[in-house]
């Protein structure tokens, strides 16, 4: 069997039988990144050297032991690897320790070994930051964007470099680009992981860490790896029950899901992402779960425009603490800008605000829940959109996030749990007429991430996606050709 035929803990099994070692597997990862980067513009700041050592010096004999594995290169902060941050003014920023996440990672075995292009502090749905030279390419087509902010992790994982990698996501950073890649992808509950200790919280607690991965598996073993707070941790998650292996173990109970076919204020989307949806509720029906109509009836409007304040207070935050008197127009991108200028119109009574209406929301979408179990939705309002159209050329940030072209009408979804706190997940259950990848969305109470995970394995289990790959005549034919020579891990 081939390196394309294992996920993260398939692979790791190779290595604990002895079927292959840690610097064959990193051999394997490096030899896609020199053949398929070149078109994808996904994987950045590689440090073989480092890898090569960490496998030399003994490897933690955790879950993941040998696999090699790339952080975003947003957060995930870590004393051996410098972070652009989807910046040209934080380029090759270096940190004294590693964060808490990291060490965790590290301590599961994983190889790590480089980092993923991530837009300019997160800001888009898109990755096309300036500091990495162009934009990163969607593996099922290159005129397509894989996503954002976690869009470099997501081209690399369906490109097949790593079977896994970190992301995050605090508007869907981790469940756009696993829509628009044919990957798996879970949002946990606020503050599930850690954020220490760089960070106290992302944008008012709405922001966290997560994997796009091949398998339900594989984003359950690594969660269940980093879950828990850091020391000094503001905010706790409710304790998981058994962990999310344990949860996947066996499915849920029969669960009342509710369907949306449309946005959450009831406008339509695009036909696929609509009959996504209704396919998988028709699977889940057949699976035995009760399925009925729902929308949820909260200020999702008033909502957004509460997250578009405080995202913006954010972005001006980490900027002007670092520009040193320099001019933004030679190091910060123009929606960056935009949003920098947004945030200098609001009062600190104004971000207070808004942080109390993401609160209310909150409680709001906790009572919408009472009378069903799990929220089945599109991941998108449409397929992957092209190179370009989000591209950050804009300082009209509010039109960029609002406008009738921008942000909240093509991803109207996501947001709504990172405002309520809710875990949520995409899964890769469909495809277009032309082989673009629509995820769908299930999102479960607060702290119930145990009954989400297990309801994802169980359609995984119903309806396989694991060996569905990009065409290889998408890509480049020196680099389709590279790719089929595959080294052989012998199982």
């Known amino acids: 069997m081939t390196y394309d035929d294992h996920d993260a803990t398939g692979l790791a099994g190779l290595v604990a039988s002895g079927q292959a070692s840690p610097d064959e597997l990193l051999t394997e990862a490096l030899d896609r990144v020199r053949a398929l980067n070149p078109a994808l513009n996904a994987v950045v700041l590689v440090q073989e050297d480092l890898a090569r050592q960490a496998i030399r010096k003994g490897l933690p004999r955790g879950p993941f032991r040998g696999v090699p594995f790339l952080l975003k290169d947003l957060g995930a902060e870590s004393r051996d690897f410098p972070s652009h941050s989807g910046s040209r003014l934080f380029a090759n920023e270096t940190y004294p320790e590693d964060s808490t996440i990291v060490a965790r990672l590290k301590a599961a075995g994983l190889v790590i070994f480089g980092r993923t ?39 690399a994982v369906a490109a097949g470099i790593v079977p896994a990698a970190h992301g995050s996501d605090g508007g869907g950073s981790v469940r756009i680009p696993a829509s628009n890649c044919g990957l798996f992808g879970l949002k946990p509950t606020r503050a599930r992981l850690p954020d220490g200790p760089y960070a106290g919280e992302g944008w008012g607690g709405m922001a966290i860490d997560g994997y796009l991965t091949r398998s339900v598996r594989d984003t359950a073993a690594l969660l269940d790896a980093t879950e828990g707070p ?13 962990g999310y292996m344990a949860a996947i173990a066996r499915p849920p109970r029969r669960l009342r899901v509710g369907l949306c076919d449309t946005s959450f204020t009831g406008q339509p989307v695009h036909p696929d992402c609509a009959q ?16 009925e109509p729902f929308r949820p009836d ?8 509460a997250w578009v304040d405080i995202v913006a207070c954010g972005t001006a935050l980490s900027i002007r603490g670092d520009l040193g008197g320099r001019d933004p127009r030679d190091l910060v991108e123009p929606v960056s800008r935009g949003a920098m200028a947004h945030a200098a119109t609001l009062s600190g009574e104004d ?12 409680r709001r979408m906790a009572a919408q829940f009472e009378s069903i179990d799990v929220l089945l939705s599109p991941v998108m309002a449409e397929p992957p959109a092209r190179i370009g159209r989000f591209a950050h050329t804009t300082e009209d940030y509010l039109a960029y996030r609002l406008g009738p072209e921008g942000v909240w009408p093509y991803s109207p979804f996501c947001t709504a749990f990172n405002a309520s706190g809710q875990p949520a997940a ?34 995984e289990m119903a309806r396989p996606w694991f060996h569905r790959r990009p065409p290889l005549d998408n890509r ?12 052989e891990m012998q199982a």
């Open 117 to 155: 292009t991530s837009p300019e502090g997160g800001i888009g749905p898109a990755t096309e930051s300036a500091v990495y030279g162009g934009p990163t390419r969607n593996p099922w087509n290159l005129d397509r964007t894989p996503g954002g902010s976690s869009g470099g992790s997501g081209a």
């Open 476 to 487: 480049p034919p020196a680099e389709a050709a590279s790719s089929q020579k595959n080294r």
């Open 351 to 362: 971000y207070l605000r808004a942080i109390g209406r993401i609160h209310a929301y909150g």
């Open 276 to 291: 996504a949806a209704r396919d998988a509720a028709t699977l889940l029906e057949s699976l035995g779960h009760h399925i």
């Open 230 to 242: 850091d020391l000094g941790a503001p905010y706790h998650a409710p304790p998981l029950a058994r």
């Open 298 to 305: 909260a200020d999702h409007e008033g909502m957004i425009r």
């Open 426 to 459: 995409s899964l890769p259950l469909h495809w277009t007429e032309d082989g673009l990848p629509v995820g769908v969305q299930l999102a479960a109470r607060f702290g119930d991430d145990e009954t989400l995970i297990a309801l994802c394995r169980e359609v």
